[in-house]
């Protein structure tokens, strides 16, 4: 901060920082207005506006073995891998909307994918609740990036490492931008946020694991009923093909022991079966 001399009280002059997180949205920002907390959403609109000093996390025991443990992560990530990890710290803004930044943990430089490092707590862990809780600041720092994939890399206080690829989700990303919008037009505003309560799609994993399901007695009964209609499914998706080649181009509805074919006005044919009496009185072509 300087200081220069005026008539009168001495007034402090703040030299504008672009790196200031408070003059941009960045990906933990957006778990936040994502989020379902309104004190956590207020305090942030506090701290954009420069009302409230951010948040010390020096007492925070998780941050801070999410931060020291981020090279140790980076550096499990590249040899289980084989990938590279370049960009480590770098703080871009969007090319548009300015008031959206990141700092990324890093990008895999062979493929563009955006790279963050997290560490969790074991209980209770899937991979699933994982990618959802930081599906926000994923999606956010893939926006600001033009990534189409992110890869989350997590170490769990019991010892495990865990990597999940996360794609761009198009109809997510505009649900953030539409609510981070809002929140930042309450910075500049003002006006106190509330919660954006965006009900978002479901995280999309790529599927990288193998699972045993022969202890489950549910998937045994089913696995059975799947046998033992296999043969008979073919038949009929055989035979409701064959049908179909029946059916004369400029015939609406077509109809004969027991079924009955109908042409939708997009041209696709449909089947049904006949009730017992609807054939018996049906009449004879």
């Known amino acids: 901060m300087v200081t220069e001399s005026v008539a009168g009280p001495r007034t402090p002059i703040v030299k504008f920082n672009p790196n200031d997180r408070r003059h941009f949205i960045g990906g933990s920002d957006a778990r936040i207005i994502m989020g379902d907390d309104p004190d956590a959403l207020v305090r942030l609109w506090q701290e954009k506006r420069g009302d409230v000093a951010p948040e010390d996390l020096t007492g925070n025991l998780i941050v801070q073995l999410g931060t020291v443990t981020e090279v140790l992560n980076r550096a499990w990530y590249q040899r289980c891998s084989g990938q590279t990890i370049k960009d480590i710290q770098k703080r871009v803004r969007h090319p548009v909307h300015k008031w959206m930044g990141a700092t ?10 955006v790279f963050e490092a997290k560490f969790m707590l074991p209980w209770s862990f899937n991979e699933e609740a994982a990618a959802e809780k930081h599906m926000a600041q994923l999606q956010h720092n893939m926006w600001v990036t033009a990534a189409r994939n992110a890869v989350l890399s997590i170490i769990t206080g019991g010892g495990k490492w865990v990597e999940i690829t996360v794609h761009a989700d198009p109809l997510y990303q505009h649900l953030l931008l539409t609510a981070e919008k809002k929140f930042w037009r309450c910075v500049q505003s003002g006006e106190p946020p509330i919660l954006f309560n965006i009900e978002t799609p479901r995280p999309r994993l790529e599927a990288v694991k193998v699972v045993d399901m022969s202890g489950s ?18 038949e009929h998706e055989a ?31 449909s089947f049904e079966g006949q009730a017992v009496a609807e054939v018996a009185h049906a009449p004879i072509q």
């Not at 089913?222 to 043969?231: G, H, I, N, Q, S």
């Open 217 to 234: 007695n549910l998937w045994a009964d089913l696995a059975a009923v799947y046998l033992r209609t296999r043969e008979a499914h073919g």
């Open 104 to 113: 990324l943990d890093g990008v895999v430089e062979q493929t563009g994918a």
């Open 239 to 269: 035979a409701k093909a064959d049908l179909k080649k029946l059916v004369p181009e400029d015939a609406k509805e077509a109809a004969g022991h027991g079924i009955r074919a109908k042409r939708s006005k997009s041209g696709a044919v």
